[in-house]
């Protein structure tokens, strides 16, 4: 039963953030060189790549353990240990696992949402810098979450794989829509954005 909920629940958000981000969509093309910087930093980010694949496989693993480690302190477990190499990691904490902890690290752009709170304390002369830093970070977890989230991945199997799928899928389409959205208004803004929207979209048959 829960699992048909769930189902009906993802389902629905991941509809509503859909007909969202399509509304985000015509302000970026409405206004694309406000994107400019924004757009730079993603290109930015793949033309410096190869000058740290060496320490590419630590870095992705570093970004994944973390986000589990926020998810779960998020959730008020208690933090034991994060551990990470090169091919692998593993975060410890004690108290109850769901599905937000174990899946958050292929839904969740964090160093790009730490930018973005940053750019709270931005001044317009340096709103330019935040952009491009916005898309730097982007540009480094689109890396992150195509490399991870492939079948074999021990957190999918775990929940299953299509339920899985679902969950990231649909928090994928949420954060597109916030993250472009504030590129240009910033975090607040987005968030009150996103959610009247997703309240507007749900009661436009009634």
Not at 13 to 26: A, N
């Amino acid at each position: 039963m829960k699992r048909i909920i769930g189902y009906i629940l993802i389902t629905i958000v991941s509809i509503l953030s859909f007909f969202q981000l399509l509304q985000t969509m015509k302000i970026v093309f409405g206004s694309f060189n406000a994107y400019l910087w924004f757009i730079a930093g993603i290109v930015c980010f793949f033309i410096i790549r190869p000058f740290f694949r060496k320490n590419e496989a630590w870095l992705t693993t570093f970004s994944h353990e973390l986000t589990h480690a926020i998810a779960s302190i998020l959730m008020l477990n208690k933090m034991h240990s994060m551990k990470v190499y090169e091919q692998e990691g593993s975060t410890q904490y004690l108290g109850r696992s769901n599905i937000f902890i174990t899946l958050a690290p292929y839904c969740f752009p964090i160093f790009t949402y730490f930018i973005l709170l940053l750019m709270l304390l931005s001044s317009v002369r340096s709103l330019c810098i935040f952009q491009f830093l916005i898309g730097l970070t982007l540009g480094f977890h689109i890396l992150c979450f195509t490399q991870q989230t492939h079948p074999n991945q021990t957190d999918i199997k775990q929940n299953g794989k299509m339920i899985s799928y679902s969950f990231i899928f649909m928090w994928w389409l949420f954060n597109a829509s916030i993250i472009l959205y504030a590129v240009k208004y910033g975090i607040y803004r987005a968030v009150i954005y996103q959610f009247q929207g997703m309240w507007t979209n749900l009661l436009a048959p009634f």
